[in-house]
């Protein structure tokens, strides 16, 4: 496995999000200029990285020429790979590098290009599916929706990984009640920041809630002090998760959509898809998906954009799925009804169908029927599983 260090302010390009998501690949760390990169070469208690790769937006060209060629002369520093991505539109050749490092046109090297100067393989772990829950509003049933649609992949034999990613106001723990021993994703990625492996922790911070389904939840809002969720430590908790085996990963995505680092991670994986929520009796849940949607379109990964219609009150409204896909464009993947036993779950800290399983009024709204949120998850997680995952009904 290489370790890179990343000098770049464009760490979130699908370029480095791809190297490290397809390739044996692990980022040593992130800095956004020379100066840190220099402190992280010299202060890291004698470890060092494999390769050093300095981005096409470092600048001016001649201080990174200089930078180099003073590494080169402290042998350590010496026996690294330096990479170094040029920008075509400014006056800086391969020449100014020679024999010093390997040089790439950024806007025209290719990931496998890159993977190969780096020495890295590519990754042959098993086929993993990520699917994020989005609306840019709070209060819009995005919990709801992610917590009974894990359960339910869960209890259907897929492995799934449940991830809460608003570090600032995750509602996953207190949906589940998990017990204040689970770690925080916000802690995860304050060890990753300050060097640690994500691969070697990573099962520490997956709560195992039951059978195939596993947690990681957002930091108790009363310990809440820092984010330390940036591109590199979304990039590598993503990349670890996926390393576990898991066929679904789960992703509650914050209301504040723009600001989460795993947007460009998901993005920049073929494989993840997007749920938006259209919650039919709620106008601002209505524009929070508007947003959302004018989000992914502007990432153009409308293609793996699906739609969710949610009834979040009793209160009835009219809409048509006609309309909606007309407007919007995208497949409609289920559409999940009022029910009162959502709340009742939550309450007790919950799955619907732990509550439908554990509740005497549950059973009872069961033997009649009633159930129709659990009903419709069900189905959501069949047209996910076929449509997504690549599963058959069968």
Do not use: C
């Amino acid at each position: 496995m290489r370790q890179v260090l990343f000098v770049t302010n464009a760490y979130h390009s699908p370029l480095y999000i791809e190297l490290q998501q397809g390739y044996d690949i692990r980022a040593f760390g992130m800095a956004t200029n020379l100066r840190t990169a220099a402190a992280m070469l010299q202060n890291n208690g004698g470890q060092l990285p494999d390769v050093v790769l300095l981005g096409h937006d470092l600048s001016p060209p001649d201080k990174t020429v200089a930078f180099i060629r003073k590494a080169m002369r402290m042998s350590p520093l010496r026996d690294l790979t330096w990479i170094v991505l040029i920008d075509q539109n400014i006056i800086f050749t391969a020449a100014d590098l020679s024999g010093l490092a390997k040089t790439f046109v950024f806007q025209k090297v290719t990931v496998n290009d890159l993977a190969a100067a780096i020495g890295g393989n590519p990754l042959k772990t098993e086929h993993s599916v990520a699917l994020a829950i989005v609306n840019t509003k709070g209060g819009t049933g995005k919990t709801s929706v992610v917590v009974n649609l894990a359960d339910n992949l869960a209890r259907k034999g897929l492995r799934v990984a449940l991830v809460d990613a608003d570090v600032a106001d995750g509602n996953v723990s207190m949906a589940l009640k998990l017990p204040p021993s689970a770690l925080s994703i916000d802690d995860l990625a304050r060890k990753i920041s300050r060097g640690e492996d994500a691969y070697q922790i990573i099962q520490n911070y997956l709560y195992e809630y039951s059978h195939n389904l596993f947690v990681m939840p957002a930091p108790d809002r009363r310990d809440y002090e820092h984010d330390y969720l940036n591109e590199m430590t979304a990039a590598a908790i993503f990349n670890a998760i996926k390393d576990e085996r898991f066929e679904v990963i789960l992703m509650d995505l914050p209301g504040n959509v723009r600001a989460t680092p795993f947007i460009p991670v998901l993005a920049a994986n073929s494989d993840a898809y997007f749920y938006l929520l259209y919650p039919v009796n709620q106008t601002f849940g209505i524009g929070g998906f508007k947003g959302a949607a004018e989000i992914i379109s502007g990432l153009n990964i409308r293609d793996r954009a699906r739609m969710i219609v949610i009834e979040t009150t009793n209160e009835s409204r009219r809409w048509s799925e006609a309309e909606l896909q007309r407007d919007w464009q995208m497949p409609l993947a289920g559409v999940l009804p009022y029910d009162p036993a959502v709340e009742r779950s939550q309450l007790a800290g919950q799955t619907v169908a732990e509550y439908v399983e554990s509740s005497k009024k549950g059973m009872l709204s069961k033997l009649a029927g009633s159930n129709r949120f659990l009903n419709e998850i069900d189905r959501l997680s069949d047209w996910f599983a076929e449509n997504d995952l690549g599963l058959s009904k069968s």
